[in-house]
Nanobody, 121 residues
Framework: QVELVESGGGLVQPGGSLGLSCAASGRIVSISDMRWYRQAPGKQRELVAG???????NYADSVKGRFTISRDNAKNTVYLQMKSLNPEDTAVYYC???????????????WGQGTQITVSS
């Protein structure tokens, strides 16, 4: 059983900063890619940022230069630091991880429950 638990969402003013974290727990042998997605009301879920186990990262054009993804492999945790937030960043943010639960199984996809970020004055 693998669980991803996010924390750090909330209300922030335009131009403000916020950080998210997502910790994976349970039966875990290895985690490869970890990502953050978001879904705004009435819109499709979109990829915000991703990071490989070795630390290679990629970002959506809309967040480049403002968001930073990082991870701590020892803690099975991925982070998202966000700055210069604007109302268009308002969404539910979900973490994602490719997890190998045991040495006898292949990687599977796991999602967090989502955390709301609202950017508003």
């Amino acid at each position: 059983q693998v669980e991803l638990v996010e924390s750090g969402g909330g209300l922030v003013q335009p131009g403000g900063s916020l950080g998210l974290s997502c910790a994976a727990s349970g039966r875990i042998v290895s985690i490869s890619d970890m990502r953050w997605y978001r879904q705004a009301p009435g819109k499709q879920r979109e990829l915000v940022a991703g990071i490989s186990r070795s630390g290679e990262s990629n970002y959506a054009d809309s967040v480049k230069g403002r968001f930073t993804i990082s991870r701590d492999n020892a803690k099975n945790t991925v982070y998202l630091q966000m700055k210069s937030l604007n109302p268009e960043d308002t969404a539910v943010y979900y973490c994602y991880a490719d997890v190998r639960p045991t040495s006898l199984t292949s990687y599977g996809t796991y999602w967090g429950q989502g955390t709301q970020i609202t950017v508003s004055s």
